[in-house]
């Protein structure tokens, strides 16, 4: 049973910093791509940023330069560390499990709600 369990989440103030947790079970980590999606009120759920392979990153523009993702291979862990939050950043975040090879295989977390107030 695969589980992508999300913490880190709360409220802060702009400018302020969050650091959110992903940790994942019964998956092989290194054979997905992770990544972290949000959706804020009234909006379409979007890409915030993913890795694969430990290396390769990618972020949404609006993110650039103040989020980072990383991960840790042996908790099987991804992190996102997000710094100079802005309100518009005010969302659900989710953390995504992608597989990477083989058959389509795709997994979600529960989400943990990030407001930043102005």
């Known amino acids: 049973q695969v589980q992508l369990v999300e913490s880190g989440g709360g409220s802060v103030q702009a400018g302020g910093s969050l650091r959110l947790s992903c940790t994942a079970s019964?998956?092989?980590?290194?054979?997905?791509?992770m990544g972290w999606y949000r959706q804020g009120p009234g909006k379409q759920r979007e890409l915030v940023a993913d890795?694969?392979?430990?290396?390769?990153?990618n972020y949404a523009d609006s993110v650039k330069g103040r989020f980072t993702i990383s991960d840790d291979n042996a908790k099987n862990t991804v992190y996102l560390q997000m710094n100079s939050l802005k309100p518009e950043d005010t969302a659900v975040y989710y953390c995504?499990?992608?597989?990477?090879?083989?058959?389509?295989?795709?997994?979600w977390g529960q989400g943990t709600q990030v407001t930043v107030s102005s």
């Open positions: 019964g998956i092989i980590f290194r054979t997905y791509a």
């Open positions: 995504n499990a992608r597989a990477t090879a083989g058959r389509y295989r795709e997994y």
């Open positions: 890795i694969s392979s430990g290396t390769t990153t």
